[in-house]
């Protein structure tokens, strides 16, 4: 497993997903990671930005090229569940998964994942870009009183690059899988993720909705039972 990719370590970069994107000239292999200490730009999902405590906690990117024309299948809740399985494994800690890309610990969040894909001739290269709170023990007042770090639920200090390795253990078997979720793994994120039963926004038909989520479907989507009772399948949702 240690030889299937590369690992680049940055002191500082703008954010580890813009530098895989913009560096077309590492995309000949299948997997590469890069981690850095420092992100002066980190990026989260719906043009947020993300706070990464500099050297104290993680954050790094992982190149995947699917195979031939493959889509790729569901990348974002694989990331999920194997920094779920990586950091059970490392910390005892059950953290719980937030469709589609957020990890939390008593309702404060403690890591995301941003996922991105860039067309490149007939295929596509996907950036897997995971950002943990490890060792950090203050945030920015902004999002003070909403997250936390593994060392502020366990009291200990982690270290973050086997961190990152034991995640890449997970993930990398799991993107070779088909692409759809399988019966193993929807049986898995039923059991760390919180969705179903929840009201969601969402947007159908160019108009805004709200509804309630009755399952995953094997494409990683919400099934969303609207106000008159139908089912429509949704790919981006806010929980309200
Ligand atoms: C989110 O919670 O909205 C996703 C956060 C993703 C943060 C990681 S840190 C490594 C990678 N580089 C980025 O700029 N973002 C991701």
Redesign the pocket.
Known sequence: MENEYDIITLDRVD????FLISRRDLWDRQFLMVRADT?T??????G?G?H?DPGKDL???MLYRPPGKRTGGPVTLRAGLAAWNALFGHTGIGLRLKWP??LYFDGK?LG???CEAVPDGDGRVIVI???INVNAVDFPRDIRDSSVSLKLVSGGDFAVETIMKEIATFLVPSLDGPDFLTETELKALAEIMDAVGHRVFFAHGGEKRIGVVTGISESGRLDVMTESGRTVSVDDAVFC
């Open positions: 954010s580890t997903n813009t992100q730009g980190g990026r989260g999902r719906l947020r993300w990464q954050a790094f990117s890309n957020d969040k995301g994942i941003l870009g995971i950002g």
